[in-house]
């Protein structure tokens, strides 16, 4: 099984493009699922997750496949989408897949799609989704482990969310979008990956309005043409290129993002002592000296962004005084705690909340990923740590992040992935 070895030390110095957005490609796969004729995406990362739902979409009798010839490209044909089911082996693989129910209950009348694994970070249920696609008509029987929802067509309706779901405001725009009649969200997501689904689905022909905002209104079509779309840069990644060059206090620009979505990660950076500098689609993070304390909630878009907690802490790690994060999104995800703490981090945990003194320097160690952000924080944390650290598990990371550990030693990290 592949691992990750990283010589901590070196300043991370110099500049690095982005891949397209792990994320708003997931969503964007599901909703090809809606359209007759053919979607191609472009700027979609290589990664095993898109792989995974790739596969998904060919086990519902698709076309779904890399379009060599493009290079980052995908290229997805619905229209002989002849089964309904996504099964318990795929769906386990990766959680987003659930993204394909509302498609299918849609367009088809039925999908029987397994209940969602996925990340180890909490209990993450599937109520919302679910209480949705109810109110639109649709009948939910939960059987063995799966959640089948019929319906005889779709109808318009006024949902609103007990709580902010990004996916579960994407399946719902999804399904309204061949509804009968208008579907208001209320209380829905705002991240960027809404927004972008929002507009794949206006130029797929739908009608989607106050995507962005927390009210939603989408006005169901009679059907969705296919479509060519690019994929936006994946903040998440940007923000962890980011957080490793201000851990080796290092000097890196990162390109190919709209920095508009990342202020809430930047502003961090800046309150621990980064010099940010940001233009429209790169952004520059330098530092000259250990980080400062600081305090860290996550929450929902525009709020600090809980994919990048693992990371924020490895910085805030070797801070100079005492920070606190609270984890706002999700009920159980600390798991890369235990993991720094055998770097010599002093994290302290109670609850939703660590307390971290900061150390002057983290050792490395031989660490294990559980998850794929918590991965990405071990990375960043064991750039920084003396001496040598192994990343056992990097499968994680290779759901997220495309060639991490070449992207890292072209700003000079001593990075490598033994097989
Ligand atoms: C998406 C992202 C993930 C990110 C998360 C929060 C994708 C593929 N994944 O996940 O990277 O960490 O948003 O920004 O886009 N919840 C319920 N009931 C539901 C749905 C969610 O209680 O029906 C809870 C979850 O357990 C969690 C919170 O709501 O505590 C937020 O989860 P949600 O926004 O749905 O996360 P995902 O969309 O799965």
Not at 36 to 42: A, D, K, R
Not at 75 to 91: G, Q, T, W
Not at 148 to 154: A, F, H, K, N
Not at 227 to 244: K, N, P, Q
Request: net charge negative.
């Amino acid at each position: 099984m592949d691992r990750i070895l990283v010589r901590g030390g070196p300043r991370l110095v110099g500049e690095v493009a982005v891949s397209g957005s792990k994320n708003a490609t997931l969503a964007l796969i599901a909703a090809a699922a809606l359209a007759e004729g053919e979607t191609i995406l472009h700027n979609v990362p290589r990664l095993r997750d898109v792989d995974a739902m790739l596969e998904l979409l060919r086990a519902l009798g698709a076309r779904a496949d890399w379009h060599e010839e493009e290079g980052h490209a995908v290229r997805i044909d619905a229209s002989s989408i002849n089964r309904f089911e996504a099964p318990y082996e795929l769906v386990r693989k990766m959680r987003a897949s659930f993204l394909v129910l509302g498609p299918l209950l849609t367009r088809f009348g039925t999908a029987r799609v397994s209940e969602p694994g996925g990340c180890a970070i909490g209990v993450r249920p599937v109520d919302q989704h679910l209480k949705g696609l109810t109110a639109m008509g649709g009948k939910v029987r939960l059987d063995h482990g799966y959640v089948e929802v019929t319906s005889s067509g779709l109808r318009g309706a006024r949902i609103a969310f007990d709580l902010v779901t990004v996916n579960g405001t994407q399946n719902l725009m999804m399904a309204a979008a061949l509804a009968r009649g208008e579907t208001i969200l209320e209380n829905a997501a705002c991240e960027p990956e809404v927004v972008e689904l929002a507009e794949a689905l206006n130029a797929m022909g739908g009608s989607v309005r106050g995507a962005g905002g927390d009210r939603i209104v989408i006005r169901g079509v009679g059907s969705l043409r296919g479509i060519r779309h690019v994929v936006s840069g994946d903040r998440i990644e940007a923000g962890t290129l980011l957080a490793a060059a201000m851990v080796t206090l290092g000097d890196v620009r990162v390109t190919g993002i709209d920095t508009s979505m990342l202020e809430s990660t930047l502003d961090k950076f800046r309150e621990a002592g980064a010099d940010v500098d940001i233009e429209a689609t790169s952004v520059r993070v330098r530092a000259d000296e250990r980080p400062n304390a600081a305090g860290v909630v996550t929450a929902p878009f525009p709020g600090f962004p809980t994919d990048m907690q693992a990371q924020i802490m490895a910085v805030l790690s070797v801070a100079t005084g005492s920070s606190l994060i609270t984890e706002g999104v999700f009920e159980n995800r600390f798991m890369h705690v235990p993991e720094l703490q055998r770097m010599g981090a002093n994290i302290v945990l109670s609850g939703r909340t660590a307390r971290i003194e900061g150390v002057p320097r983290l050792m490395g160690a031989p660490v294990m990923a559980t998850d794929l952000r918590a991965s990405a924080g071990l990375i960043v944390a064991a750039l920084a740590a003396e001496g040598e650290s192994v990343v056992n598990r990097v499968y994680h990371i290779d759901r997220g992040y495309e060639r991490i550990e070449e992207k890292l030693r072209g700003l000079g990290a001593e990075i490598r992935r033994e097989g």
